[in-house]
């Protein structure tokens, strides 16, 4: 397995309404995200417990929420808030 983002249900219902550039700057945090998660977990998948992390990342014209989940390696946008 190796790390990876996804919207989480889908993209159609987490950037539902977003405009296409805030979308465009999510995606491209989500990658940083994956390689921060990647760095600290060197093997997620022998993550015990509750290692879940996550957060609000603020990203120009908008921010997403997030969650880390090490054990599957993925990190997960959960919502995108335009402003």
């Given at each position: 397995?190796?790390?990876?983002?996804?919207?989480?249900?889908?993209?159609?219902?987490?950037?539902?309404?977003?405009?296409?550039?805030?979308?465009?700057?999510?995606?491209?945090?989500?990658?940083?995200?994956?390689?921060a998660a990647e760095a600290?977990?060197?093997?997620?998948?022998?993550?015990?417990?509750?290692?879940?992390?996550?957060?609000?990342?603020?990203?120009?014209?908008?921010?997403?929420?997030?969650?880390?989940?090490?054990?599957?390696?993925?990190?997960?946008?959960?919502?995108?808030?335009?402003?």
């Amino acid at each position: 397995m190796s790390w990876a983002w996804e919207y989480a249900p889908d993209e159609e219902t987490v950037a539902a309404g977003a405009p296409p550039v805030l979308v465009a700057e999510v995606e491209k945090r989500a990658d940083e995200l994956v390689r921060a998660a990647e760095a600290l977990y060197l093997d997620g998948t022998t993550c015990q417990g509750g290692a879940l992390r996550g957060g609000d990342a603020i990203v120009p014209n908008g921010m997403f929420v997030h969650l880390v989940v090490p054990r599957h390696e993925r990190v997960s946008i959960r919502r995108i808030t335009a402003w």
